[in-house]
């Protein structure tokens, strides 16, 4: 699904990310971490080509973004929502309708709005609060309208730069569960984290970042066992393998 290779991003003399390179498939969940300043947010800023990296391919869904010219921009960034540490939700306006500003950057007809904000609404389970203001609602709550705002425009893939930044360990457990539903559902998932509890309890594959640099990648469960199965070309010839063994060995007896 999306593919970084050799990826380099300086600002100035900082070299924010150095020769990156990954790749995420599709449905996986992937937390990025590192302390502050790694790269992470870096990192899911060039995948949404906020950044343009001064070396590297960027491949999303087999094209190479770094390539995309200007005016395909808007078509890549509908394909992917984000959620964001502090929320980013409109203060002057109620749950709805911060989730309805999403269908109208996309451009969905007026028609389908009531049942796809309605279903992503009760999906993050607020549905009740449609109507309610931010600022009447709780840290946790927010940033559920936020990921409804993500989903809405039901996008392939989801980034989340420190979601649970601003919340509790209740309440960014929750918010996880979420998460993982949505993962189940087929979406990717890369989330930027510090958060080392939700890491260690999600078992999820982990891409380390330290000073620009991947210095760790524990692929997820799924991954290690499609690199573990040999591709059938392999597989053939160590049949005929063992195959011209046992004849070798059934004409040395009969000799
Ligand atoms: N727009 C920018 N201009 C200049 N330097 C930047 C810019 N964005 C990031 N940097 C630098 O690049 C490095 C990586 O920053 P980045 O925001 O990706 O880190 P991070 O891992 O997300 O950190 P945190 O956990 O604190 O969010 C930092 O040294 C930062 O100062
Ligand atoms: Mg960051």
Redesign the pocket.
């Known amino acids: 699904m999306i593919s970084l290779k050799d990826v380099t991003k300086t600002?100035?003399k900082?070299k924010?990310i150095e020769d990156a390179t990954f790749s995420v498939d599709k449905g996986e969940f992937v937390f990025l971490t590192?302390p502050?300043?790694?790269?992470?947010?870096?990192i899911l800023k060039l995948i949404l080509r906020d950044y343009l990296p001064d070396k590297g391919k960027i491949f999303f869904e087999g094209k190479d973004i770094v390539r995309l010219p200007d005016k395909y921009i808007p078509s890549l960034r509908q394909q992917i929502g984000v959620v964001f540490q502090d929320f980013k939700v409109l203060p002057e306006r109620t749950v709805r309708e911060n989730v309805e500003v999403a269908l109208a950057v996309k451009g969905t007809p007026l028609s389908e709005w009531k049942k796809r904000v309605g279903d992503v609404l009760n999906l993050v389970g607020l549905i009740e609060r449609s109507s309610l203001f931010p600022s009447q609602l709780s840290g946790g709550e927010l940033q559920r309208v936020s990921l409804a705002r993500a989903l809405v425009i039901n996008p392939k893939m989801i980034l989340a730069d420190?979601p649970t930044g601003n919340l509790d360990w209740d309440t960014a457990d929750e918010l996880m569960d979420l998460f993982e539903k949505i993962s189940k559902e087929g979406k990717t998932v890369i989330m930027?984290t510090?958060h080392r509890g939700i890491v260690d309890k999600l078992k999820k594959r982990e891409i380390k970042?330290d000073n620009g640099k991947i210095t760790g990648d524990s692929e997820s469960p799924k991954r290690k066992a499609k690199a573990k199965e040999k591709p059938v070309e392999k597989k053939a010839e160590e049949e005929k393998t063992k195959v011209k063994a046992e004849v070798e060995e059934v004409k040395e007896k009969k000799e």
């Not at 502050?36 to 870096?42: F, I, N, R, V």
Request: aromatic share 6%.
């Open positions: 600002f100035g900082i924010a590192g502050s300043g790694a790269g992470k947010t870096t420190e930027a510090h970042i």
